[in-house]
Nanobody
Framework: QLQAFGGGLVQAGDSLRLSCAASGRTFSSYAMGWFRQAPGKAREFVAA????????VYADSVKGRFTISRDNGKNTVYLQMNSLKSEDTAVYYC????????????????????WGQGTLVTVSS
């Protein structure tokens, strides 16, 4: 089970850190990803990290502004979001996948096994 939290209302240019806590003892066995869905739009990939944190993948739209990290000891994955823009407004979801087939698979939401409930981030301009 995944539970995402940390969303809120911020101003453009502000920072926010999302957290996603996982229950169970096998957190370190899963690659973790963050996706988002803006109103009226499809869910899109944001960032992902491999089991060991050795590999990270970012969407071009957030590269250089967002940082994904994980603490396997705390069963938690984070998304540090800096220099937020109004277009970052969305519901953010964390997800876990047990199998990864190359870098491109991190971006495929269909390959994720478990999803959190989402946390809303609203950036006002």
């Amino acid at each position: 089970q995944l539970q995402a939290f940390g969303g809120g209302l911020v101003q453009a240019g502000d920072s926010l850190r999302l957290s996603c806590a996982a229950s169970g003892r096998t957190f370190s066995s899963y690659a973790m990803g963050w996706f988002r869905q803006a109103p009226g739009k499809a869910r899109e990939f944001v960032a992902a990290m491999s089991r060991s944190a050795g590999t990270t993948v970012y969407a071009d739209s957030v590269k250089g502004r967002f940082t994904i990290s994980r603490d396997n000891g705390k069963n938690t994955v984070y998304l540090q979001m800096n220099s937020l823009k109004s277009e970052d407004t969305a519901v953010y979801y964390c997800a876990a996948r047990g199998t990864v087939y190359g870098l491109s698979s991190y971006k495929d939401h269909k390959g994720y096994d478990y999803w959190g409930q989402g946390t809303l981030v609203t950036v006002s301009s």
